[in-house]
């Protein structure tokens, strides 16, 4: 399905969108863009890059798959906070667009029944926020490996979703959502993704981490927005990093 760039630049009028049919990484290929807020979105990837050196599957022509480039004006060490953001802000773009309630799994994924529909990778680029995006839209089927963990807006929903009105929501999400860091800092945006996750607090979880797995009930955020976690081994934990699990 083609990708109407010229509607979301009326929609975005004085911000830079570059359209490419295929590129390596929306990362990538965002560093090389100086301006503030400009989005650089690829119809398809060759090398879509997830947290921990992961691959993100992207399908071309039924997906999004875009990088924001942000300057909030912020500390540096707020940035797992900014990752929360954009999290809320994709959440509430599904929500608006699509009318699907996604969960959201800390720090950067989006489910939909348990699935991963959405996943957000940020990186710091001197004093900027790369903030790359991918969100599976009118995918009709997933590879076999990831249909028990992943899905789509159309499989969730029974119906296409136009990824032009979706990327559009999430760059006014993100913008307000960045707005609102920059206003009041991170405290409002901690309490909105505890409100808006079933995984913030009273879930029980295993977190992958080298060596061995740790299990526990999350326990809420850290004020930099790190993972609280109530061990079973009668330790508080804060998670840095890991892949967050429920435990079967």
């Not at 890059?49 to 071309?60: T, V």
């Not at 993100?174 to 505890?194: I, K, N, S, Y």
């Amino acid at each position: 399905m083609s990708f109407d760039i010229d509607r979301v630049r009326a929609a975005l009028p004085g911000r830079r969108v570059d359209y490419h049919q295929q590129l390596e990484s929306t990362m990538l290929a965002a560093a090389a863009v100086p301006e503030s807020g400009a989005i650089v979105i690829a119809g398809e990837q060759t090398a879509g890059q997830g947290r921990h050196g992961h691959s993100w599957h992207s399908e071309p022509g039924n997906g999004l798959y875009f990088t924001i480039v942000l300057t909030p004006r912020l500390p540096l060490d707020l940035l797992p906070v900014v990752t929360l953001a954009l999290g809320l802000a994709v959440q509430e773009a599904i929500a608006q667009v699509c009318g699907a309630q996604a969960d959201l799994r800390w720090p950067n994924d989006l489910l939909i029944g348990g699935r991963k529909v959405a996943g957000i990778l940020t990186q710091l680029d001197g004093a900027r926020v790369l903030a790359g995006i991918g969100i599976n839209v009118n995918h009709t089927s997933l590879p076999p490996e990831l249909t028990p963990i992943a899905t789509s807006l159309r499989i969730a929903t029974g119906r296409d979703h136009s990824r032009e009105e979706i990327l559009c929501a999430v760059a006014s999400g993100v913008d307000r959502m960045v707005e609102l860091l920059e206003a009041e800092g991170a405290r409002p945006v901690l309490a909105l993704f505890t409100a808006q996750s079933s995984y913030a607090r009273g879930r029980r979880v295993h977190v992958d981490l080298p060596g061995a797995p740790l299990r526990g009930t999350t326990a809420g955020l850290t004020p930099d927005g790190y993972l609280l976690l109530d061990g079973d081994d009668g330790r508080r934990h804060t998670i840095l990093a890991g892949g967050v699990r429920p435990e079967n």
